[in-house]
């Protein structure tokens, strides 16, 4: 029983800390059965002993793990298992550096001594202590509560992909929404609704939703958003041609800038239209790019990003029926996770040009190798020139900010901060350089500087830094921004700071007005008139396992449970980290 008491007293230590919630009912049944096996089974023979210490082992891990935040084992299982995304032995071994503290193993290593001792001399008020200390951590820190919404679906929890909005049904309206202004991207009808992405696309009816009113569900949210669709039509006759480049990062927010001390806002205040708010949706590469390459449409669930999306919703198609020459490169070569094969296929993204012969400057956390980005970027300027197009889009994806990546030909040496903020530094000189480059050849572009997600370079109770299973809002509140490089005749006065919540839509239709009225014509709108245009979206991200939703003035989460709870406090964005749009334009000197 001695390991018994150490695992109570350890699980009491960890839910003072926060960092489980069990719950105390099937605790209390193994409990009740190790007893009886200690006391009647056991003594009898060392078959039923060794059976019923694995089973108890087996049992009390399995319950520590349901009331961590720690994903599903199936998911950890499967991500080792396959040979596409499983990372390096070396990330695995920086990772579990990391993420094992010192003191969390002395303090491990102290408490077994503890209860080894006590366990020798006095077993009885060991097992009466771990009993007590353990009944008053669940106290203290109760399992989560529950949060209900819906009243009126049914009251069975439906699982994708049976369920439109791809998660469990709540049950419970929340408080009724603030009334927003209407926007003119949502309407009645849902090419989206009861979870068919090949259902009907034909145009909605006219009938609006306030813009920024929260949804009180899931289902609810994507509802709304299954009516939004921007239109995209052919440039005029004449008009100044441009090219847009979508600069896809991986592995960048807000809250990883403040972490590294890096100072981003010399860079992003040099563009025209700068997001503060803006939402990535998820918080892993594949899906990320599935949702830029199909933000023409309102945000889909996640398991929908895998199949056919309807007539419209994809970027670069939109792109080529408006005349472009399209183009896909990468700082890697895709391979990991199917990126290239699931863009191309979901995303109707082009193949892309490679890197075969570019210099290598990275070594993924996959083990792959990585170039720079002004040589992929370079590799791209050759093709489009040598195409002829009077107008090309790019998308282009990094993947050089992520965390494991290292130095070719360097081994592990740990420093992942100050690694991360060297990376950063070289990323935004090659971008700017890149940009210079644009400007040289008196080509007309619109770049569209978006990140991936964050790369969580610091971690929480929920969740260990570099893990991002949990899309919390300081992994998927990223800073994206939009430039105009060319002889545009309304500059404005500095950057146009966009505050409200936003996501790819915003994007979609930024272009969709630029081909509408060009940017770089005379009679081009001033760019404070476009930024009040761009349609909002509510903050809901989401991946495979687990969920986060705005709800009124706070979050709450989706769990491998599939139940709802709210956000704990220390999970949010913390106060300070997102510029004012002041800073922002103090920085670009206006």
């Known amino acids: 029983m001695i390991f018994w008491y150490w695992y109570l007293m350890a699980v009491a230590a960890l839910t003072f800390a926060g960092y ?35 089973a108890a082992a087996g049992g009390a891990l399995a319950l520590l793990w349901h009331s961590s935040f720690l994903p599903p084992p199936s998911t950890l299982i499967k991500f080792l298992a396959d040979p596409k995304t499983r990372p390096s032995a070396q990330y695995m071994l920086e990772f579990a550096w990391q993420s094992l503290s010192p003191a969390m ?35 203290m820190h109760p399992p989560r509560k529950s949060v209900e919404l819906d009243p009126d679906e049914p009251r069975e929890a439906e699982k994708y992909p049976v369920d439109a909005a791809g998660n469990p049904l709540p049950r419970r309206a929340a408080a009724a929404p603030v009334p927003a202004p209407l926007d003119p991207f949502y309407a009645k009808e849902s090419s989206w609704d009861e979870g068919s ?56 927010s807000w809250k990883d800038l ?31 790019a599935l949702r830029v390459l199909r933000s023409p449409c309102g945000q889909a669930p996640h398991p929908m990003l895998y199949n056919d999306a309807p007539a419209g919703c994809y970027l670069l198609d939109e792109l080529r029926e408006s005349g472009f020459k399209t183009f896909t490169m990468a700082s890697h070569d895709g391979r990991y996770g199917d990126f290239s094969v699931n863009s191309g296929k979901y995303g109707h993204a082009d193949p892309p040009l490679g890197i075969e012969g570019l210099p290598t400057v990275y070594q993924m956390f996959s083990g792959s190798r990585m170039c720079p980005d002004d040589e992929a970027l370079g590799r791209y300027w050759k093709a489009r020139a040598g195409s002829g197009a009077a107008r090309a889009a790019l998308y282009y994806n990094t993947a050089n900010l992520h965390m494991g990546t290292s130095k070719a030909g360097e081994g592990f040496r740990g420093g992942a901060t100050a690694a991360y903020r060297e990376r950063l530094e070289l990323t935004v000189k090659q971008l700017e350089s890149f940009f210079a480059e644009v400007e040289r050849s008196g080509r007309n572009a619109v770049v569209i500087f978006v990140p991936e997600h964050g790369a969580a370079l610091t971690g929480t109770k929920m969740q260990a830094k570099d893990v991002r299973d949990i899309p919390l809002p300081p992994i998927v509140t990223v800073p994206a921004a939009v430039k105009l490089i060319g002889k545009s005749f309304h500059t404005g006065g500095g950057p146009q700071v966009v505050a409200k919540p936003a996501s790819f839509l915003a994007l979609a239709w930024l272009i969709s007005e630029f081909l509408r009225d060009n ?47 709210p956000l704990p406090d220390y999970a949010a964005i913390p106060p300070g980290t997102i510029p004012s749009p002041q800073e922002i334009r103090r920085a670009a000197g206006r």
């Open 20 to 54: 489980v919630t069990p719950d105390p009912v099937p605790l209390a049944a193994l409990a009740a059965l190790a007893h009886v096996h200690s006391r009647f089974l056991a003594p009898r023979s060392r078959a039923a002993a060794a059976a019923g210490a694995a």
């Open 105 to 139: 193993l002395a303090a491990g290593a102290l408490l077994f001594a503890l209860v080894f001792f006590g366990y020798r001399r006095k077993p009885l008020p060991l097992a009466l202590c771990a009993y007590l200390v353990l009944a008053a951590a669940c106290i």
């Open 197 to 252: 992405p090949a259902a009907s696309t034909a145009a909605a009816r006219a009938v609006p939703h306030p813009a920024e009113r929260g949804s009180a569900s899931p289902k609810a949210f994507f509802r709304k958003e299954s009516g939004r669709r921007v239109e995209f039509g052919k440039p005029a006759k004449g008009s100044p041609p441009f090219d847009i480049l979508i600069l896809h990062v991986c592995s960048l």
């Open 258 to 288: 403040k972490d590294a001390g890096f100072d981003l806002l010399p860079f992003l205040s040099r563009f025209d239209y700068v997001f503060t708010g803006f939402s990535s949706a998820c918080s892993y590469s594949g899906p990320s």
């Open 519 to 565: 940017p770089f014509s005379a009679e081009a709108r001033r760019p404070e008139t476009v930024a009040a245009g761009i349609p909002s979206t509510e903050f809901f991200a989401e991946d495979e396992n687990a969920a986060v939703m705005k709800l009124g003035d706070g979050y709450v989460y989706r769990h491998k449970d599939g139940k709802w709870s």
